[in-house]
């Protein structure tokens, strides 16, 4: 028996272009009717959400990568990188001329190399008005900010490096004691590390909440399509992996399912039982 379900966001729940389909909308509103928890479980920080994944009906999310864990309102967990271990990183950073991005509760913080790495990044996969369109929904700028890191230099969560391969190995190496990898992969010719609390992580926090509501192991799954949604899927009794997603991904995956806009968390639900499939809901068609 299922009774509780953890979702990615993006490339999971929703498109980067189109949002949340309608499918998903309804395969969740289907699953709180019967009782199944709902979390959202992302890799973002709570500022950068969007939109209509705030307004949908869950009973909690588990955001910045296991950072944060809220369950029916209230705050579980809240987890940040120590000033010493940040300044170090900062120290770093400056030194190998890396890309950096760091996040906060609500805010993200780049130097002007990371802010050029996404922005580029976007302009590869998104062009023309469909590209300001995502700028609009995405909640996160890509803007050169770092100077206005200070602020809340106690309170960073997630960093984010991009450079040359092997200086990327000499951070994991040297902060390997006092940080988690989140996820470390090549980019775009760039190698990329996602650095986290070391008490954190999408897998851990899946743990956390499933010991706190005394859930069993095998009555929880998941879906994700991200290598940071590894150890979500191995921390559930049912991983599922979005077939459009990272290959990675798939070799801890229970099984496989359709895209977002190919209505794949509703079409693997409801082909697991968990939820009835109804033809009025036009599970088979896009938004």
């Not at 999310?61 to 705050?75: N, P, R, T």
Request: net charge negative.
């Amino acid at each position: 028996m299922t009774r509780i379900i953890y979702l990615d966001i993006d490339g999971t729940l929703r498109d980067e272009l189109e949002g949340i389909p309608d499918s998903a909308k309804i395969a969740v509103q289907k699953c709180r009717q019967k009782g199944i928890l709902i979390l959202i479980c992302t890799g973002r920080n709570p500022g950068s959400i969007q939109d209509d994944v705030r307004c949908m009906e869950t009973d909690g999310v588990i955001s910045g990568g296991g950072c944060y864990i809220e369950f029916k309102g209230e705050l579980l967990k809240r987890e940040h990188f120590s000033k010493k271990t940040l300044t170090d990183i900062l120290e770093v950073i400056r030194k190998r001329n890396l890309g950096a991005s760091l996040e906060s509760e609500q805010e993200i913080y780049m130097n002007g190399i990371a802010a050029e790495f996404y922005r580029e990044d976007v302009h590869r996969k998104i062009s023309g008005e469909n590209e300001q369109w995502y700028w609009e929904k995405n909640r996160i700028g890509y803007e050169d900010n770092f100077s206005q890191l200070w602020n809340e230099r106690g309170k960073i969560h997630k960093i984010c490096l991009i450079g040359a391969q092997e200086e990327i190995e000499r951070v994991q190496a040297k902060f390997g004691e006092v940080s988690g990898t989140a996820q470390k992969k090549e980019w775009n010719g760039r190698a990329y590390i996602e650095l986290l609390p070391p008490q954190c992580g999408k897998g851990r926090a899946v743990e956390f909440l499933n010991r706190y509501l005394g859930i069993k192991r095998e009555e929880s799954m998941s879906f994700g399509d991200g290598e940071n949604d590894i150890e979500m899927l191995k921390s559930t009794g049912t991983g599922i992996a979005v077939s459009s997603g990272s290959p990675k991904l798939l070799g801890y995956a229970d099984a496989v399912c359709e895209s977002p806009l190919e209505n794949g968390i509703y079409r693997e639900l409801a082909r697991r039982g968990i939820i009835e499939a109804d033809h009025s809901d036009r599970q088979t068609e896009g938004r």
